[in-house]
């Protein structure tokens, strides 16, 4: 019977098509697309962004890091959707999360 050596994690994340290789894409394109609004964003407003995705529907949801940070975005939606678009011009939509607390 032959035995098969295990394949290094680096192998299977760079295998395209393999679930890992999927999943690093799709990391690598939430992470890309936080940096870009990140960027764009001044830094008063920068700050409050933990994350981004865009759903297949076209909305682009934003996580902040607080309600208060929640809020303070929702005011600047029309920026938020038009920065989004420059990099998903799919974008027909923005919708603000806040970031889930853990409490000890």
Do not use: Y
């Not at 019977?1 to 680096?10: A, Q």
């Not at 690598?28 to 870009?36: A, F, Y």
């Not at 682009?60 to 920026?79: C, D, T």
């Amino acid at each position: 019977m032959l035995k098969k050596e295990p394949k290094p994690l680096s192998a299977l994340v760079h295998e395209a098509g393999s679930p890992l290789h999927k999943l690093a894409a799709e990391a690598h394109r939430r992470v890309s697309l936080t940096d870009h609004m990140r960027n764009q964003l001044p830094a008063s407003l920068s700050a409050g962004v933990l994350a981004c995705n865009i759903r297949s529907d076209g909305t682009l949801v934003v996580i902040a890091s607080s309600p208060e940070w929640a809020n303070r975005l929702r005011f600047e939606s029309v920026q938020l959707l038009q920065i989004g678009r420059r990099l998903e011009p799919q974008v027909q939509r923005v919708k603000l999360r806040v970031a889930n607390t853990v409490t000890d």
